[in-house]
């Protein structure tokens, strides 16, 4: 105890935080009030008075449906999609005489169609329901009276209930911290997945409770809790807590929130006050929008095609009808006799044509409905199951160390992977691993560190492929680098030089020394000590300033001690001896984003006063003294080194102060820090700017925001595909430009422009505290930045060099704006690359929505945390990364990955696979349907429109389910233009999918003209083959049943060898699935045929007696086989000869044994590099062209 | 023994390896010029010789095609037909020849036409019992033969439109004085016969009632043994079409003129439909019908021409398989 006790006061010594004790004033009057109702009687849940409150249990729900409820209302559901409405009419008429066919033939393949996709639903929920059941059983301590705590499952808790919460647990319900492990009642919180900030939050309990810190103290603890009513606002809370006769005020700082995470605690107690759906984060969880793909949607539009066509062959059907049945009573004379006109039904009635043609019409409708692929949805959702499993099961994709595998949440979004063509990310978590790893350093003028960041290891493996020749100068030292794990984290710097005490031989040892003591003390961090092993680990604000003092601390410089007013560390003297030393700690001037530096005072063991200072190098460089300014240049160089190299570069220096001067100094910031005010913060930064002055340089660090493994590869090869990358992130501009830099993203010579609302004179507005006329000039100063940035782009397109835009996130609220965010994003659009600092989550929604509606394109969201929550929603496609903790990003996303290089595979090989699997399949399958549903409308046109099928009634209703469904699936499921090796070598591939080449409307019609063609030749060639003479050695003549057998035996063939034709990869599956449909078909006629006759009807024998013994069966069969593909074959044989797509180029190239040959497949792939391209092999590029520039002019 | 199982548990655990990874082993074609041409060429001398042979068989077969509708009716009635169809009072007998114009081997089969008949109508081709057929009267639920259903309140056997507007035209045929011998036995499908009309179903109450549409049943003759109507109740799928009367068993010559006696009872005159007589041997394809011969000439040669075609572009323009710059987008978007 004594031990937190001690910690808590330190904190409060370095952060001051304005923990605000909440007072009873403003919206405290409003308890008891309407929205003010809620009463909770602490402690006693189960008393009479809560008992008639009757607030809802704590068990929550996330499932779709109950199971009263799932079959009305996935019923309606499925009805509720045009085409399987209509379906359902045609089942209900086909119990008419209307029905050309009968009921059962109709309605069991809706049934299966609608019971598979029901089925579907209810897995789905079931392993919705699965996961309630495990969250509701997770345990929390509760009190059970007499001051026993037991575990009680989350779902029992009730309102008024006293719970026990340990160190990283989450909180089980909307809670009131009661008190805490430490003294002071404080608890840290994670609020990661409601917000998505990382940094834990501080919660204060009341100061009546904050003593009832065991468990024996609840034994007679009694409270009423009076607060607001259920809402979804995260951030107020307004309630009194009442102890005994005391009132005492209760505000959102008491309040601890489901979904948080106790941190950095031991433990706390709390109150339930809100339970299940009425706690905050079950209140704020919205609906996930249902995403549909663009796939989809424009089929959609060709069903309603279909339909349209369906509605005008059945009118014209139905005229036609409509007159020769007119005819049949002429002047009261029977024509057609053998149709008895003179006794007949509605149906048929001459008299009344007109109503007997309307009739006809639905009639027509249904018998036409085959034109409208009834499986189609169904299949096309099995098929997206099961490409979400391959995309599950992909072991590329797999992260073995934390044994995450890819996880497609959303299946319906498989194809738009295929589309993207902008992809937005986030930045930490997402490009980085949210680590910091000192690598480098400058002290005194000489750079230190051999460590490489991911950004040169992937210059340098270019370097080493065959294309790179030229350049030379990065990373002499890469041989030498073996991959050294480093081993402490934060800490990847290897240079023998300093380290293991060999700074003291270096020409420079004293600076060096002072760099690392400065290293060690000027920092906000607070030392840890394991009491077993004696280690010392850091908690810092940051992962930067733990890098620092993890640095220090490696090079011999361990900080392990820091009291209210002192920094103790063990360090070297120049003599290379060990020595404790304590420093005693005057001032702490802080970081603010403003002031771009922290300082601290301290006065050392020989009494001098030293103010030590690190900062940004903007601001550091003009505070330097003249006599500081020995090693500037050096310094200036190696930084841009470094930033170039993606490193977070800060400036060291220090100087010595005079007694007078910081008496003065300290009165004065005393006296600043005690101003109450809203111009406090302004005067301290006054105050401290006059003492950070005539520094001494000392050097510079340069730490790495260590990218996720891969990263830059991966954004290489994105960009290779042409997809656009931009990265919207919460972080500091220079952060955020130094990840762009690490990313390749950004590059050397790359023009920039930035929109940045922090000039001095939108300041001095905003201090002068016109609110109108502040956001007035910023608006016109974004507006002149747009349109200057415009200027840029159009010159520098001449030059085809490239410009990279960076926005923060002040201007960005302008830039969103109505007026401006058209040429704002036109300006984005033109850019290569578009980095958005300082962002706040609804920004980065907004500015998906805009790239998203404004231009059309698909784009992909990819974040790891709850702020990038609101842009995965938005985005065509939401990615979570889920490699960390925090489940919110993954649990709103539509697929998640553990990985950022994951993408890669992700969109390149399973997008580009996807999208071309369903996008064939949705036109194969309109293709087969048209091929059918033309020969029903063709034979119309020869019996009097009557209504009659060719085909038998299950002929009739198993194509769709039986026969030709199969093939499809293996299409969507199996088929595979280009190995997924090969979609990586040719990243380009996938501007197939942005194009969306394979899904226009005129490949659409294309194949639906296919489809009328393939009616065509197989209707007319089976009558005309098989008109009245006999069609067989034994003169039998044919007749309807024998035509619809024949002509049903030139459907399948011709429709499963059109697949087989038109897919370049067979597995034994496809060769499975299509010639096994073929056989399938004569089973089945066999099967069929040999039933009873009242079963099999007109097929009764069809096959065994009639057709197979014929020849001109088999024949005909052939020859309307190969007529119908004849077209299509002459037409691809062409097309791929001579006007090629990209994808059957690389078939090509695989063909010709050539994929191995680098430099020919360089050849094909370089021309897809533009000079807006980014990542590090356009990088290279531009570096070895401007190299080459200047070799040159030097000549 | 346990060293196989493991042998075979890895070799499933691979392929089910293979299998999710999508890398199992598949052949992929690749439509090359080789191949392309091969295969124009491998279909045109496939398709060319085989439509010479189905020629070769239509043309072997002898057909006698005698048009009579028309000239079987007296020159008197050719006005109104329709009043001299449906007058039973005058004798429908017509004299026809044909004259054989090439040896006809036998079986020499015998069709009856009709032309703009339309079996294929939905309301007729519904209108018929399959169960009565079989089962007779015993099966009552007939409703789908309406409206021949039932007269005078009794069921009619066989019941439907079908049945009812049988044919009746008859057919006998003389050559050289003696009367040819016509087969008119097994003229209908075994399985129709042995499955579908009951041998002990005998027509019942048939062409009782006011309205008389086609032929008369022999009461006594089940029906699975009424071939005609066997024939005549599988419809046909076009309105065109022709139904087996009978097979001549006698091998008939050159310029042999055969005399053909029929009755003229069926009424085609109504709905204007043209009534036919054939004589036709057959091949191994069947009857008369260059369509199929024809057919896969066309398509044969047209291989053929294709791939002459293809390999003549082919050499013409050459270049290199992997030359992105003709793709649709390297021409457009990418290039700015």
């Known amino acids: 105890m004594a031990g937190a006790r001690r910690r808590k006061q330190q904190f409060s010594r370095i952060h001051a935080f304005s923990c605000g004790k909440a007072s009873f004033k403003g919206d405290h009057s409003l308890i008891g009030g309407p929205g003010f109702s809620r009463v909770i009687y602490c402690n006693d849940p189960e008393c009479f008075e809560a008992s008639l409150r009757n607030y809802c249990d704590n068990y929550v729900r996330s499932t779709k449906y109950t199971l009263a409820t799932f079959f009305p209302k996935s019923l309606f559901e499925q009805f509720k999609r045009a085409a399987n409405f209509y379906f359902l009419i045609c089942a209900i008429l086909a119990f008419t005489p209307l029905s050309p066919y009968s009921a059962v033939s109709n309605v069991l393949p809706l049934v299966v169609v609608i019971g598979a996709t029901m089925g579907k639903e209810a897995i789905e929920d079931w392993r919705r329901y699965k996961q309630d059941i495990e969250v509701n059983n997770r345990e929390v301590k509760m009190h059970q009276g007499d001051g026993v705590f037991e575990h009680t499952k989350w779902m029992d808790l009730k309102v008024g209930d006293i719970v026990k919460v340990e160190k990283d647990e989450f ?490 001067e910081y008496v003065e100094f300290n009165e004065k910031f005393t006296e600043a820090k005690n101003v109450v005010s809203a111009d406090r913060e302004e005067m301290i930064e006054e105050v401290a700017e006059k003492i950070e002055r005539d520094l001494i340089l ?115 609220t302008y830039a969103l704006e109505d007026d401006v965010k058209d040429s704002f994003l036109e300006l984005a659009i033109g850019c290569a690359s578009v980095i958005c600092c300082r962002s706040s989550p609804k920004q980065k929604a907004l500015v998906t929505r805009l790239v998203k509606t404004k231009t059309g394109s698909t784009t992909l969201a990819i974040g790891d945390g709850a702020n990038d929550v609101g842009m995965l929603q938005e985005a065509d496609i939401g990615v979570g990364i889920s490699g960390v903790e925090g489940m919110q990003a993954v649990m709103s996303s539509d697929i998640a990955i553990a990985q950022f290089r994951y993408l890669e595979r992700l969109l390149l090989v399973h997008g580009h696979w996807c999208y071309r699997r369903i996008s064939s399949m949705i036109c194969y399958f309109f293709y087969k349907n048209i091929a059918f549903g033309f020969t029903l409308f063709f034979y119309e046109i020869y019996a009097s429109f009557s209504g009659q099928a060719v085909y038998n009634d299950w002929f009739l209703s198993l194509y769709n389910v039986f026969f030709t469904s199969l093939p499809v699936i293996a299409l969507g499921v199996f088929d595979q233009d280009v190995s997924s090796r090969l979609c990586l070598k040719f990243p380009l591939l996938y501007q197939e999918g942005i194009q969306n080449v394979l899904f226009s409307w005129l490949r659409i019609l294309a194949w639906v003209f296919n489809g009328v063609l393939s009616a065509t030749i197989i209707f007319f060639f089976c009558i005309q083959a098989m008109k009245y003479q006999a069609f067989r050695k034994g003169g039998e003549v044919s007749d309807l049943e024998v035509l619809g057998a024949t002509m049903y035996t030139c459907v399948v063939w011709v429709v499963n060898c059109q697949m087989a034709l038109s897919i370049t990869y067979f597995t034994y599956i496809q060769h499975l699935f299509i010639w096994g449909g073929i056989i399938l078909w004569y089973i089945f006629l066999m099967a069929y045929g040999a039933m009873d006759p009242d079963i099999s009807t007109t097929a009764y024998e069809v096959f065994i007696e009639a057709c197979a013994p014929a020849g001109s069966y088999w024949l005909l069969t052939l020859l309307v086989l190969i007529a119908s593909l004849l077209p299509y074959f002459a037409y691809s044989a062409i097309q791929i000869r001579f006007f090629p797509m990209y994808h059957q180029m690389i078939q090509w190239i695989r063909s010709d044994g050539q994929s191995d040959d680098p430099e020919y497949c360089n050849m094909v792939r370089q021309r897809s590099i533009r000079h807006t391209t980014v990542g590090y092999t356009a990088r290279f590029e531009a570096k070895s062209k401007s190299s080459k520039e200047r070799g040159e002019d030097n000549r | ?205 048939f062409q009782n009632g006011t309205l008389i549409g086609g032929g008369k049943l022999n009461p006594k003759v089940p029906l699975s043994d009424q071939e005609d109507l066997i024939v005549w109740m599988r419809t046909s799928a076009l309105p065109s079409f022709r139904k087996l009367y009978g097979r001549i068993k006698e091998d008939l010559d050159a310029d042999d003129v055969i005399v053909v006696n029929l009755m003229n009872n069926y009424n085609t005159y109504s709905f204007g439909g043209k009534k036919k007589l054939v004589l036709s041997t057959s091949s191994w394809l069947g009857g008369k019908n260059d369509f199929l011969g024809h057919a896969c000439v066309i398509i044969g040669s047209s291989s053929l021409i294709l791939a002459i075609v293809f390999t003549l572009l082919h050499l013409k323009y050459r270049r290199p398989y992997g030359d992105t710059s003709y793709l649709p987008w390297s021409r457009k978007s990418l290039s700015g």
């Not at chain 1, 830059?712 to 931009?726: H, R, S, V, Y």
């Not at chain 1, 690490?742 to 016109?770: F, H, Y």
């Open chain 1, 171 to 660: 909180f089980p319900a909307d809670l009131i911290l009661l008190s805490s492990s430490y003294e002071e009642a404080i608890c840290y919180v994670e609020t990661m997945n409601l917000d998505g900030e990382t940094n834990l939050k501080l919660k204060q309990a009341p100061d009546a409770t904050s003593s009832l810190n065991e468990d024996s103290s609840f034994q007679n603890f009694k409270a009423i809790i009076r607060c607001e009513d259920p809402n979804a606002n995260l951030y107020s809370f307004v309630g009194s807590l009442e102890l005994g006769n005391e009132q005492h005020p209760l505000s959102p700082q008491q309040l601890l929130l489901r979904g948080s995470k106790l941190r950095n605690t031991d433990y706390i107690y709390g109150v339930v006050i809100f339970t299940g759906r009425d706690t905050k984060v079950v209140q704020n969880s919205t609906e996930p929008p249902s995403k549909r793909s663009k796939v989809e949607k424009r089929m959609d539009k060709i069903v309603y095609f279909l339909f349209a066509v369906l509605v005008v062959l059945s009118i014209i059907g139905s005229i036609f009808f409509g007159i020769e049945t007119r005819e049949d009573l002429e002047n009261g004379r029977m024509t057609r006799w053998y149709l008895r006109p003179d006794d007949t039904t509605i149906y048929y009635n001459p008299k009344r044509a007109a109503v007997a043609a309307i009739l006809q019409f639905l009639t027509a409708l249904m018998l036409y409905s085959y034109l409208i692929p009834i499986s189609l949805y169904v299949s096309i959702e099995i098929v997206k199951v099961l490409q979400s499993i391959f995309i599950n099961q992909d072991l590329h994709m797999y992260y073995e160390e934390a044994d995450k595998p890819a996880r497609a949440r959303t299946s319906n979004l498989n194809e738009e992977l295929g589309q993207v063509d902008t992809i937005l990310s986030d930045k930490t978590g997402t490009l980085t691993c949210n680590s910091m790893e000192f690598i480098k350093c400058s002290i005194a003028g000489t750079s230190y560190g051999h460590g490489i960041t991911e950004v040169e290891r992937a210059l340098a493996w270019r370097k080493g492929s065959p294309m790179a020749q030229e350049v030379a100068e990065v990373g002499d030292q890469v041989k030498e680098i073996k991959e050294e794990k480093p081993s402490v984290k934060g800490f990847n710097f290897v240079d023998e030089r300093i380290m293991n005490g060999n700074w003291l031989n270096e020409p420079h040892a004293d600076v060096i020394q002072k760099f690392l003591r400065l290293l060690a003390i000027c920092h906000t961090a607070i030392p840890e000590v394991d009491e077993e092993t004696g280690r010392i680990s850091y908690e810092a604000e940051s992962p930067d300033e733990a890098a620092f003092v993890v640095a220090a601390k490696e090079l011999g410089f361990e900080f392990y001690e820091r009291t209210q007013t002192s920094i103790s560390l063990y360090e070297f003297d120049l003599s290379g001896k060990k020595v404790e030393r304590s420093y005693n700690l005057l001032n702490i001037l802080e970081f603010s984003s403003s002031r771009k530096r922290m300082s601290v005072i301290l006065r050392n063991e020989e009494g001098k006063l030293l103010l030590l200072c690190k900062g940004a190098d903007s601001v550091m460089f003009e505070r330097l003294a003249k006599n500081g300014q020995e090693f500037v240049e050096k310094t200036k160089e190696h930084i841009e080194e470094y930033a170039d190299a993606g490193l977070r570069t800060l400036v060291l220096a220090y100087r010595e102060i005079d007694e007078e």
């Open chain 2, 1 to 205: 023994m346990a060293d196989m199982n493991r042998e075979r548990h890895r070799t499933r655990e691979t392929a089910f390896y293979l299998f999710t990874q999508q890398s199992l082993p598949a052949c992929k074609p690749v439509l090359t010029p080789g191949w392309v041409i091969t295969i124009f060429l491998f279909m045109g001398l496939i398709f060319i010789p085989v439509g010479l042979i189905t020629l070769r068989a239509s043309h072997s077969v002898v057909e006698i095609v005698d048009r009579y509708d028309t000239e079987c009716v007296p020159e008197a009635f050719r006005i109104d037909k329709i009043s001299y169809i449906q007058d039973d009072s005058i004798p429908k007998n017509c004299s026809r020849f044909m004259k054989v114009h090439k040896y006809m081997k036998a079986p020499i089969y015998i069709y009856y036409q009709l032309d703009n008949y339309y079996q294929n109508h939905r309301r007729y081709v519904k209108s018929r019992s399959d169960k009565q057929l079989l089962h007779g009267q015993k099966y009552h639920d007939t409703s789908s033969c309406q409206p021949v259903e039932l007269n005078n309140g009794q069921p009619i056997v066989p019941c439907g439109l079908i049945a009812w507007s049988l044919f009746n035209d008859s057919f006998t045929f003389i050559r050289e004085r003696a009367e040819l011998k016509v087969n008119r036995k097994n003229i209908a499908w075994k399985s129709d016969r042995d499955h579908k009309f009951g041998k002990n179903v005998h027509p019942f109450n």
């Open chain 1, 698 to 812: 000392l050097g510079a660090t340069a730490v790495e925001d260590k990218l996720q493994n891969g990263v830059p590869e991966c954004i290489d090869k994105l960009a290779q595909a042409g997809i656009k990358i931009w990265v919207l992130t919460g972080d500091k501009m220079e952060t955020a430009i130094n990840i762009g830099f690490a990313c390749s993203l950004l590059r050397q010579g790359m023009k920039q422009v930035v929109i940045n609302s922090e000039t001095p004179e939108n300041k001095a507005l905003e201090k002068a505290g016109d609110k109108t006329a502040t956001a007035v000039a910023y608006k016109a100063s974004v507006l002149q930045q747009i349109s200057e940035g415009k200027q840029l782009l159009i010159s520098s397109n001449e030059n085809s060099e490239a410009v990279a835009l960076i926005v923060d996130g002040k201007s960005l």
